[in-house]
């Protein structure tokens, strides 16, 4: 998947590695509780298979707003959606804009 521009404030970037960005999105444990009804946080180890897995059955991509990345959406082959913004940017309707 490329980048996709889905208006002026946000675009999404295919997945890379950055464990700096996105673990502190998954140690939030309310986050972790929304995503798949965790009550630990994600560890690196666990953030990466997650992605990893993500990666190989679908398109991965981190959700860029005004710059920033601020979460992340996956479209699984089977089509199901997810998508995780951080807390700090949840409640804006980042998740629902389409482009």
């Known amino acids: 998947m490329t980048e996709r521009i889905i208006d002026n404030q946000i675009r999404l970037t295919p ?8 673990l502190p999105w998954y140690q939030d444990r309310d986050i ?5 009804s965790r009550d630990a946080p994600y560890d690196v180890e666990l953030l990466r298979r997650m992605y990893d897995y993500l ?7 981190y959700i860029e707003y005004e710059g920033e990345l601020v979460g992340d959406v ?3 082959d089977n089509a199901e959606i997810a998508i995780v913004v951080s807390k ?4 804006q309707h980042i998740g629902r804009r389409r482009g």
């Open 15 to 22: 997945y890379y590695r950055n464990d700096a960005v996105s």
């Open 88 to 91: 700090a940017f949840q409640n």
């Open 55 to 61: 990666s190989t059955r679908g398109d991965c991509c």
């Open 32 to 36: 972790c509780k929304q995503v798949d």
């Open 74 to 76: 996956s479209l699984q």
